[in-house]
């Protein structure tokens, strides 16, 4: 997947707002945002958003631009702009007070079908025009599909996923639509051969609900914050965070290429193509060019364009070392070139689920590296699903469940910090599963979870740890894990020297160190079979003191019937390091002066600070 950079003029637009003010409604549109999360956790009932919070709440302007969120998702965040411009074109001036819309199609600005978005729009009190919408997106556990969990491996259409809603008033003027949600949601997804309607209706249909509320909350904050300051104010300073950000973005590529020294920058990896940054230093912009990137592919491993986006605006903001709320002010400075028919640009009937959370993983890795702020990280989520339920072998629907996890691992090093161990990386930000809820809710036992000693990237600074983590399924259940892709993306280049190319893979490719540093270990994924007769591969004519079980590396992409007894071993890949051992590394020259010394921040090194001042 190919890629490129030029930097373009920026337009002023800052009519010099007050200093104080701009950090107050910054805060305090993260506030609605963050109120608006708590409201939705509280309220939800499934595991999956309640306890693992994969989920994000987000404010956005009467234009759809985002204006700012809390720290949730961050592939949720950067994509659900073009899900509210999108249904701001269909629906155009008909929308009124008591409409809420639910939509989840990658068409209609989606990430992928079990991220369901639900968009309410804020009206003046006094106008009734539309001044803000709310929105949230939530990653619900089963909404059909042709296995449990609505994530499976092998799918090759959309349709095979679950339930596709372009766009449906959930709410129509303060009525609840329950029938249009089961037609939605059960019924037109049970047509397509092979495919469920979503097994836990009562489940998704709760956290729909508890997502409507979540947008009511922020609606009663920003209604509050109008009646303090008054509209045009809000407004104001809404346009004036955006415009902050721009200028934060352009004059971090600035820097960057002041640093380096050239308007060109470049790097590698495993495979074929490259992909060239180029950044004009003078005006701080840049274009990001995916010409070259192959077509779409029969797999699941296409990503909607509103991913692309998600990834790219994660990566300016992770690269900013000032604290400003995400929003659309980090893309002004950007162009990002997409070609059409392309496995960024997929068609409407392809398969998207593991685009979402694979390939926008290999984005990230990618702009990061051409940046030279990180080695690549697990550069994965794991995507772990298991359940029953949906049709049986007569096409009659059965009331069942799914489960849904993503597992962490270890996070790339970079100038200056040791990547950090067993967490979630990049573009997901989620919890892993309680073992306490997971036991008590599922039939499952959790043998071992912990961080997997060895596998690391080596080097002056090194990469974090993966994870172990061992099930047993208590009864016979449909398993499936989705972690790995055999597509490469490349990003051509035109300029001086380098490539950059992916292999969306983790389980056949090591996350790449940089500057000298060692690569991360290999993920791995271990059927541990229990012998059966029924299976033939346990001989009943032969006494054993122990059955031995089976160990079968199920690859990265699989599902797997497991029977009673039957583990599932999951080893996420370690980060890569950065920078060789001092002893190596000693009188040799820096030859990437533009590299910055990211400093810690967030919330973990201001606790680590003010314990410090003790």
Not at 66 to 75: C, E, G, M, R, Y
Request: aromatic share 6%; charged share 20%; hydrophobic share 35%.
């Amino acid at each position: 997947m190919p890629g490129t950079v030029d930097l373009s003029s920026s337009k002023g637009t800052s009519n010099g707002p007050d200093p104080i003010l701009l950090t107050l409604f910054a805060n305090r549109f993260m506030s609605v945002a963050e109120a608006m999360g708590r409201s939705l956790q509280q309220t939800s009932i499934s595991t999956n958003i309640k306890e693992r919070l994969d989920f994000s709440c987000a404010l956005f302007a009467p234009d759809g631009d985002l204006v700012a969120n809390a720290p949730f998702i961050p592939i949720h965040l950067g994509s659900m702009s073009f899900a509210v411009k999108y249904q701001m074109k269909l629906h155009e001036n008909t929308l009124k007070e008591g409409d809420v819309l639910m939509t989840n199609s990658p068409h209609a600005g989606g990430s992928h079908l079990p991220d369901i978005t639900i968009i309410t729009p804020v009206f003046d009190s006094n106008t009734k025009e539309i001044i803000f919408f709310t929105a949230s997106r939530g990653h619900h556990a089963d909404i059909g599909g042709i296995l449990p969990g609505s994530m499976p491996p092998t799918s090759v259409s959309i349709f095979e996923e679950g339930a596709e809603i372009e766009s449906f008033k959930i709410v129509d003027g303060g009525v609840f639509d329950h029938d249009g949600l089961v037609e939605y949601m059960v019924d037109k997804p049970s047509r397509y051969p092979g495919s469920s309607g979503c097994r836990n209706i009562r489940d998704v249909e709760s956290d729909l609900k508890a997502q409507i509320a979540a947008n009511h909350k922020g609606i009663q904050l920003i209604h509050a914050i109008v009646e303090d300051y008054g509209l045009a104010t809000v407004q104001e300073y809404m346009y004036h965070i955006r415009a902050n950000a721009e200028m934060s973005v352009r004059n971090l590529l600035r820097d960057v290429a002041k640093r380096a020294g050239t308007n060109v920058l470049s790097a590698v990896d495993y495979l074929d193509d490259g992909s060239p940054v180029e950044i004009n230093e003078t005006e701080g912009s840049a274009v990001l060019d995916f010409e070259g990137t192959g077509y779409e592919v029969r797999g699941n491993l296409n990503a909607p364009i509103s991913v692309v986006h998600s990834a790219v605006i994660y990566c300016m903001r992770a690269m900013l070392d000032i604290d400003i709320p995400l929003n659309a002010g980090c893309l002004v400075p950007l162009e990002i070139k997409i070609p059409q028919k392309s496995l960024l640009s997929p068609s409407r009937t392809a398969a998207v689920c593991g685009g979402n959370v694979l390939t926008s993983q290999r984005i990230v890795d990618v702009v990061l590296k051409a940046f030279h702020a990180a080695a690549a990280s697990q550069g994965c989520t794991n995507n772990l699903t298991f359940g029953a339920g949906g049709k049986d072998k007569d096409g009659k629907a059965v009331a069942g469940w799914g489960y849904y996890e993503t597992i962490a691992g270890g996070s790339g090093a970079g100038p200056g910090w040791h990547g950090t161990d067993g967490v979630h990386t990049h573009i997901t930000n989620t919890r892993i599963g309680d073992v306490e809820i997971l036991e008590r809710r599922y039939p499952v036992m959790l043998h071992q979870f912990g961080l997997r000693h060895g596998s690391a990237g080596l080097g002056k600074w090194h990469g974090g740890e993966g994870v172990i983590r061992d099930i047993e399924f208590l009864e016979p259940m449909q398993v499936s894990i989705l972690s790995e892709a055999s597509i490469s993306i490349s990003i051509p280049r035109h300029a001086w020297g380098g490539k950059v190319i992916w292999l969306i893979d983790r389980r056949t490719r090591q996350p790449y160190g940089m500057a000298g540093g060692g690569p991360g270990a290999l993920g791995r994924n271990t059927w541990v079979k229990q012998r059966r007769t029924e299976d033939r591969d346990l001989d009943p004519h032969v006494r054993y003191s122990t059955i031995p079980t089976r160990e079968i590396n199920i690859g990265g992409k699989a599902t797997v019937y497991m029977g009673k007894g039957d583990r599932l071993v999951i080893e996420t890949p370690g980060g890569g390091a950065w920078g060789v051992d001092e002893d190596a590394v000693h009188g040799e020259k820096d030859d990437a002066p533009h590299i910055k010394i990211w400093e810690p921040r967030g919330s973990v090194a201001e606790r680590a600070a003010a314990q410090a001042g003790f």
